[in-house]
């Protein structure tokens, strides 16, 4: 009987092929690393040839796992968003290496958009800013500087598309589509609008016939390449991963919140049908769109989280292993007076401020390995209270926050996450909750559950909850010296 899930988790470092059962239980998994090309500074590729292989080959050894394709009721697709992919629609190649999430090289382009007074009118239309973090700017690059990819755009044969877009394209020989959470990354998608838009394709120079169609995140979307695994296995689930991590939270309901501690952190909050305009600073996006139905969320982005305690590990040396900082924080009743401001790649969400640099302010003579360790996981809190703020200003206070990523499993962190936001914090025990977000979609889609609430109720572990247990007075002191801080940063 056909009642596994195949989740195709394309991250920034890593392509994995996991296999759920229908209740949510995970079976199995592959995964292999992605080669990461820095050329320059600020620029970051992928080879999305390497992306795709890898991608296979992690799949054709976990479906033997299910008993074969025929055991597999659906495949659900869950990407790093943002990335750019440009193909030939004629060879099915690549025409250039993708240009990652990450990658810095179109902040001239948006500067020159920004002077000429584009972004209001585009932030209220996309709910995104003029950032290169975004797909667009990506996609003019590669046609103004990659001749390959001019004469396939002049040929009429460019296919451009987020990652997403790519792996169904390969899976299933030729379908160029990207599910709705995907596109409104692009800058080129009105949260409103059902296809991408003439006027923000015209605005940011993409021809939009190089582009996919948008289309639902649940469903029958698509069917792989009977050739690929032995029998046609149906796509019933396309998502970005923050989107995902946020169903697979089952935040489905307005006002649930999530945030993902790994390399960097990303907060969403479910807007429901409305749609969401921010007016501090934080990100409008398409949460899901099912049945052309769509939902929304509102997201505020951190770039640095995990990453500093990689860096706290790799450049100063003060950890072996990520795990340690929990038992050195647990080892001192306080950092000391020791902050850290975590700005060692500007601030994200909701400061906006690319020229910020990290500050470690409040060092004495008793600061230690200990201390500095403690104020690397306290600055989590730190970041997430100003997010809390924004969305509060936004009308959207959070009432508990669910936590996942690498880094949610530091409990230490989770209880002073619950003691400085001074709200409840929930942490699934099963954390790979992207994964199991685009399994919940895979699952509804191919018809295991009626809907999505209900492969949600399903396939949902369970959690552990860590409620708030600080004064207030030292609370205050805490995000008082932060704030001051941050001045500095
Ligand atoms: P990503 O998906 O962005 O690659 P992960 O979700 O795998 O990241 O999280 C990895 C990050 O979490 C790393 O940066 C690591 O430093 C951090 N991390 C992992 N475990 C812990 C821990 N127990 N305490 C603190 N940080 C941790």
């Not at 003019?140 to 169904?168: F, I, Y």
Request: proline share 4%; net charge negative.
């Amino acid at each position: 009987m056909a009642d596994y899930v195949l989740v195709l988790d394309e991250g920034t470092t890593s392509t994995r092929a996991m296999l759920f059962a229908s209740d949510g239980v995970f079976v199995a998994s592959a995964q292999k690393e992605l080669t990461q090309h820095y050329p320059r500074e600020g620029w970051v590729e992928h080879d999305a040839g390497e992306i795709w292989e890898k991608t296979l080959a992690c799949a054709l050894e976990v479906i033997p796992k299910a008993g074969g394709a025929a055991c597999i009721s659906g495949i659900g697709i869950t990407n790093q968003r943002e990335t750019v992919v440009a193909w030939d629609k004629a060879t099915g190649e690549p025409l250039t290496r993708a240009i990652v999430w990450q990658d810095r090289r179109t902040e001239p382009f948006c500067i020159e958009l920004r002077a000429e007074g584009h972004e209001k009118d585009v932030q209220k239309r996309t709910g995104l800013l003029l950032d290169p973090y975004f797909s667009g700017t990506k996609m003019r690059w590669m046609l103004d500087n990659v001749p390959e990819v001019k004469a396939a755009a002049e040929k009429g044969t460019l296919a451009l598309g987020t990652v997403d877009s790519w792996l169904t394209y390969k899976l299933t020989g030729g379908a160029h589509v990207t599910d709705a959470s995907n596109a409104s990354r692009t800058l080129l998608l009105e949260l409103a609008g059902a296809q991408f838009d003439q006027g923000l394709c015209d605005l940011l120079g993409v021809p939009r016939s190089a582009l996919p169609e948008v289309i639902d995140m649940s469903g029958e979307l698509a069917t792989s390449d009977a050739a690929l695994f032995g029998s046609p296995i149906p796509i019933t689930g396309m998502v970005g991963d923050q989107q995902a991590a946020t169903i697979g939270q089952a935040c489905l309901s307005p006002g649930e919140t999530k945030a993902t501690y790994g390399t960097g952190a990303f907060v969403l909050t479910n807007q429901g049908e409305v749609i969401p305009q921010s007016h501090n600073r934080l990100l409008g996006t398409v949460l899901s769109q099912i049945g052309g139905k769509r939902t929304y969320a509102i997201e505020g982005s951190v770039f640095v989280a995990g990453s500093l305690v990689q860096w706290l590990r790799d450049s100063l040396g003060i950890v072996d292993v990520a795990s340690q900082t929990e038992e050195l924080a647990r080892s001192i009743p306080d950092s000391g007076g020791v902050i850290i401001v975590p700005a060692l790649a500007g601030l994200g969400a909701p400061h906006w401020r690319a020229e910020a640099r990290g500050v470690i302010c409040g060092l004495s003579f008793a600061s230690g390995k200990p201390q500095l360790a403690r104020a690397a996981l306290e600055a989590m809190a730190h970041q997430t209270s100003d997010l809390a703020k924004a969305f509060s200003a936004d009308g959207t206070p959070w009432g508990t926050l669910r936590i996942d990523g690498g880094m949610a499993a530091n409990t230490w962190m989770a209880q002073d996450l619950a003691n400085v936001l001074n709200i409840p914090v929930e942490r699934p025990d099963f954390v790979e909750t992207t994964a199991l977000g685009a399994a919940m979609l895979a699952a509804a889609g191919s018809g295991l559950y009626p809907d999505l609430a209900g492969a949600a109720e399903a396939m949902r572990g369970n959690l552990k909850r860590f409620e708030p247990d600080m004064s207030d007075d030292v609370r205050s002191d805490r995000l008082e010296r932060w704030r001051k801080a941050l001045a500095a940063a």
